[in-house]
């Protein structure tokens, strides 16, 4: 059974930081792109970052310069470290992982910047 468990979302402050994780299990973790998407209220869900299994990295416009995007194979986790946030960051994000047609997804975490 495959499971991409997410973790690290919270409440802060616009300018604040975050680290999200996601521990994956039931796959072959070295074998998967991942990524990190995200969905605010009332939006369809972005692509924000992706890293491949050679560790290319691709970010969308908006987060490039404050988020990163980086992975341990030996943890079977990727992580996304954001920083400056802004407010329209605010959304639910998602981990994913995929390898040609198969794709998982985990169940999200909630980042809320706000003063």
């Known amino acids: 059974q495959v499971q991409l468990v997410e973790s690290g979302g919270d409440l802060v402050q616009p300018g604040g930081s975050l680290r999200l994780s996601c521990a994956a299990s039931?796959?072959?973790?070295?074998?998967?792109?991942m990524a990190w998407y995200r969905q605010a209220p009332g939006k369809q869900r972005e692509l924000v970052a992706t890293i491949t299994t050679d560790e290319n990295t691709n970010y969308v416009e908006s987060v490039k310069g404050r988020f990163t995007i980086d992975r341990f194979n030996t943890k079977n986790s990727v992580y996304l470290h954001m920083h400056r946030l802004r407010p329209e960051d605010t959304a639910v994000y998602y981990c994913?992982?995929?390898?040609?047609?198969?794709?998982?997804w985990g169940q999200g975490t909630q980042v809320t910047v706000a003063s």
């Open positions: 994913n992982a995929r390898l040609y047609t198969n794709e998982f």
């Open positions: 039931g796959i072959i973790f070295r074998q998967y792109t």
